[in-house]
């Protein structure tokens, strides 16, 4: 039996402002440990997060988070910030599921791959169904981007974030691509965005 390393012994958290609604970010003093899209209210952004780190305290941002809030920030107004720059940690994440998690960071902004093709450059071909599970177990969407892994024939597929696929859709719409009945790379407005 293959262990698994433990959980960070405590988490940080905060709940900030940005264009889409409030969103929450926990860290260890290794990285970003969970990143929360928007729930329906600020509470529920904040009790979501709360309940999926591990004996998290509110505390102000180290300057490293700091700098990945306001990258978050400008992402979610539609501008192309560059995430890769963000410290996470997996500690407690399978190799596997380690290895997919690095692989989707490369996926750059606009672009999209299949569960396959993902599969493929984390060096597990043929495990489509594995990726998708560690894309619906990912703790740290939009930083560990998620939401640009398709489904084969680049069908949305699905997306565990408050919202589903019409969250992950809105995702992909702020950087310019569109899936399914939404194909034309018009460029939107940001209220047509989100």
Same mark, same amino acid.
């Given at each position: 039996?293959? $262990?698994?390393?433990? !959980? $960070?012994?405590?988490?940080?958290?905060?709940?900030?402002?940005?264009?889409?609604? $409030?969103? +929450?970010?926990?860290?260890?003093?290794?990285?970003?440990?969970? *990143?929360?899209?928007?729930?329906?209210? /600020?509470?529920?952004?904040?009790?979501?997060?709360? !309940?999926?780190?591990?004996?998290?305290?509110?505390? !102000?941002? $180290?300057?490293?988070?700091?700098?990945?809030?306001?990258?978050?920030?400008? &992402?979610?107004?539609?501008?192309?910030?560059?995430?890769?720059?963000?410290?996470?940690?997996?500690?407690?994440? %399978?190799?596997? &599921?380690?290895?997919?998690?690095?692989?989707?960071?490369?996926?750059?902004?606009?672009?999209?791959?299949?569960?396959?093709?993902?599969?493929? /450059?984390? +060096?597990?071909?043929?495990?489509?169904?594995?990726?998708?599970?560690?894309?619906?177990?990912?703790?740290?969407?939009?930083?560990?981007?998620?939401?640009?892994?398709?489904?084969?024939?680049?069908?949305? +597929?699905? *997306?565990?974030?408050?919202?589903?696929?019409? %969250?992950?859709?809105?995702?992909?719409?702020?950087?310019?691509?569109?899936?399914?009945?939404?194909?034309?790379? /018009?460029?939107?407005?940001?209220?047509? /965005?989100?």
């Amino acid at each position: 039996m293959r $262990p698994i390393a433990e !959980a $960070p012994l405590s988490e940080h958290f905060c709940v900030f402002e940005t264009d889409i609604g $409030p969103c +929450g970010i926990a860290w260890s003093k290794s990285g970003v440990t969970r *990143f929360q899209l928007p729930e329906a209210t /600020r509470e529920a952004t904040e009790r979501r997060l709360q !309940a999926a780190a591990n004996r998290p305290t509110v505390a !102000a941002p $180290p300057p490293g988070i700091a700098r990945a809030i306001v990258d978050l920030q400008r &992402y979610f107004t539609g501008e192309q910030a560059e995430l890769t720059h963000i410290a996470v940690d997996l500690t407690g994440v %399978s190799p596997f &599921y380690s290895r997919v998690y690095e692989a989707t960071r490369q996926i750059g902004w606009g672009e999209t791959l299949t569960y396959g093709e993902l599969a493929q /450059r984390a +060096g597990s071909p043929g495990a489509a169904r594995g990726i998708g599970q560690a894309m619906s177990r990912n703790p740290i969407p939009v930083i560990i981007p998620c939401h640009r892994v398709l489904a084969s024939g680049n069908k949305i +597929g699905g *997306f565990s974030a408050f919202g589903g696929t019409t %969250s992950k859709e809105r995702l992909l719409g702020l950087e310019g691509v569109r899936v399914g009945r939404q194909q034309d790379k /018009r460029q939107l407005s940001l209220s047509e /965005r989100w």
